[in-house]
């Protein structure tokens, strides 16, 4: 099996939603492009991923090692008016500015210890 650090759908240029259908034809035609006897390493490659993505089983076992690309959503900022009703935003700011979970100058805390 190849390595688990690279991505099967990046060397075959799908996404991960692509269908069985659509693999196999990726992988045909890369196999077309990239014989193996001009270009070894590469087949190798791509024989790697298609066997990963092939089977369903390897697909789900591939699909839950690789991460997903995760981006927070954008934080929309009220403009600042006198608004006194409470919002869910405003009790999470305030809960986050009452605790030291982001604190990072912990050093005042940490004593040199005498024996």
């Known amino acids: 099996m190849a390595e688990l650090s690279s991505n099967?759908?990046?060397?075959?240029?799908?996404?991960r939603g692509?269908?069985?259908?659509?693999?196999?034809?990726?992988?045909?035609?890369?196999?077309?492009?990239?014989?193996?006897?001009?270009e070894?390493?590469?087949?190798?490659?791509?024989?790697a991923a298609y066997e990963r993505l092939r089977d369903p089983q390897a697909r789900l076992e591939t699909d839950m090692l690789l991460p997903l690309h995760?981006?927070?959503?954008?934080?929309?900022?009220?403009?600042?008016t006198l608004d006194l009703t409470l919002h869910a935003e405003d009790v999470?700011?305030?809960?986050?500015?009452l605790t030291?979970?982001?604190r990072t100058d912990w050093h005042a805390y940490h004593h040199k210890v005498k024996l």
Do not use: M, N
């Not at 099967?8 to 996404?15: A, F, I, M, Q």
């Not at 070894?40 to 024989?47: D, H, M, W, Y």
């Open 8 to 15: 099967p759908y990046t060397v075959l240029g799908l996404d």
């Open 40 to 47: 070894p390493e590469t087949f190798k490659r791509i024989r």
């Open 18 to 38: 692509a269908s069985a259908a659509t693999i196999k034809q990726a992988y045909f035609t890369l196999v077309r492009t990239h014989p193996p006897e001009r």
């Open 100 to 102: 030291d979970l982001a």
């Open 70 to 80: 995760w981006t927070p959503p954008a934080r929309q900022r009220r403009a600042p």
């Open 92 to 97: 999470l700011e305030a809960a986050a500015a």
